[in-house]
């Protein structure tokens, strides 16, 4: 069992919780146009006043995974 919110291996990820669909997507766009698009994305869709806090804790929890 697994108490992180977020896990891949390879081309497969799975997340749980309420950040899941954010992690997951950051994991995405990550894998398929870099950092900077995942952190452009990120913040585009995080309400203000949380966008930098937001965007560096989602890619702080999918870069371990990105390889």
Known sequence: MLTQP?????????????????????WVITKLAGNPAAESAVHYVTPVGKKEASVARCMAVVEPYIG
């Open 6 to 26: 977020f896990t891949a291996q390879d081309n497969i990820a799975t997340a749980g919780g309420c950040m899941a669909a954010q992690y997951l997507a950051t």
